[in-house]
């Protein structure tokens, strides 16, 4: 689809400067636009990157400064207060009317006689639903989706191919689990009896809050009696492993490799930078951001930015970080400091020496002068 700048800026609903006669055929980012694109900056300082851009028109904030001289003359501008969202609607404008969405239940998807299945469901080939499972209006189950029995799964869900749902696991309305992810599975938790390792039973659940988006290869375990649960909005990029009990608070952002030991706690909007790992029965206040690669081995108060292994409050952190950056050109000159020590110490040692030889010898002259008959070679 080819459509005008004007055009564009009419749809959302954005303040158009410059020539809005100028055709877009597509939206790409700014260092893949050429001419006949449409590309976008999320602030002004990334205003230099349209100096060399060939795009012919731009989507920027609502300060952008057009005047600036590294702007090009014939750019033409859309301003909008939420430029990455505009984007996204004119590209997904510009690509033009999506393929209608397919429902149906394949003949070749296996779904339990007792599974309960609302309207406008897709249930696509090899996808298995469980005894006694239900599924909500408008849910899609791609190939290879495991349901297993009496999972409830709300409406308007998106489950990826080859995602596994043990048991009883419970999904609100349009969660998002990506490809290869498993829900409600044993938590890793044994006892020692008579030195061997024996399982606890997993008897509890998983509790999905609506809006939750999980990524491709996680893996979220249920509780040992009551329910491991996940708050709404809350977002879990891949490989992220969430153990059995854990309490995750409303619209987190769980980053990948993030590993979180059993019966944890997290308050709402925390933040897990990538491969950040909590101990078990940690618990996490509102609004704590965790650095990448953090480890946590206490409880954080909400508000908090912590960093490190241990994890400590962030600006302590960074001057850490500092110190450890500096050690070569301390060690360097430690090294100086100590070959300089070596060389007093050496002086001092000979200016000790010549003065224990002085001391000797003004002892056998004070001894002349006492007896001068004395033998003078002292014997």
């Known amino acids: 689809m080819v459509a005008t700048v004007e055009q564009l800026a009419a749809l959302v609903r954005g303040r158009l400067v410059g020539d809005g006669s100028v055709s877009i055929r597509s939206a790409r980012p700014v ?15 990334y205003a230099k990157l349209l100096r060399s851009s060939p795009a012919s028109a731009a989507i920027v904030g609502p300060h952008f400064n057009h005047n600036r001289p590294s702007i090009k003359d014939d750019l033409a501008v859309i301003e909008v207060d939420d430029p990455i969202s505009a984007f996204v609607a004119v590209r997904n404008h510009l690509s033009g009317e999506q393929k209608p969405r397919w429902t149906g239940i394949h003949p070749q998807a296996c779904v339990a006689a007792t599974a309960r299945i609302g309207t406008n469901v897709a249930v696509y080939p090899f996808v298995y639903v469980g005894e006694n499972a239900e599924i909500g209006d408008g849910t899609t189950l791609f190939p ?67 809006d939750v988006e999980i990524g491709a290869n996680c893996a979220i375990d249920r509780a040992t009696f009551e329910a491991t649960r996940i708050g709404e909005g809350t977002k879990i ?27 944890c706690t997290t308050g709402d909007n925390v933040v897990m930078a990538g491969q950040a790992g909590i101990k078990d029965k940690t618990q996490i206040g509102d609004g704590v951001i965790v650095g990448a690669q953090a480890g946590v081995h206490r409880n954080i108060p909400s508000g908090q930015q912590v960093l ?13 970080f500092q110190m450890i950056a500096r050690l070569p050109e301390m060690h360097r000159q430690f090294r100086q400091l100590a070959a ?19 001391a000797r010898v003004a002892d056998r002259e004070a001894d002349r002068e006492i007896d001068p008959q004395a033998d003078p070679t002292g014997f």
Do not use: W
């Open 308 to 320: 490190g292994s241990p994890a400590i409050p962030v600006r302590e952190q960074r001057r850490i």
């Open 144 to 210: 290879g989706v495991v349901i297993g029995e009496g999972c409830r799964i709300g409406k308007e869900c998106t489950i990826h191919p080859n995602a596994v749902l043990y048991p009883e696991v419970v999904l609100n309305d349009r969660v998002e689990i990506h490809a290869g992810t498993v829900l409600g599975g044993d938590g890793f938790g044994y006892r020692q009896v008579s030195g061997r390792h024996v399982k606890i039973p997993h008897t509890g659940g998983l509790e999905v809050g609506s």
């Open 340 to 358: 300089q020590l070596d060389v007093i110490t050496a002086a001092l040692s000979m200016q000790a020496e010549t003065d224990r030889a002085s």
């Open 237 to 263: 990029d891949n490989l992220v492993m969430i153990g059995h009990n854990n309490q995750i608070g409303r619209h987190n952002l769980l980053c990948g490799q993030v590993g979180i030991a059993g019966s």
């Open 31 to 45: 260092a893949e636009a050429g001419p006949g694109d449409i590309t976008f900056i999320e602030s002004e300082r």
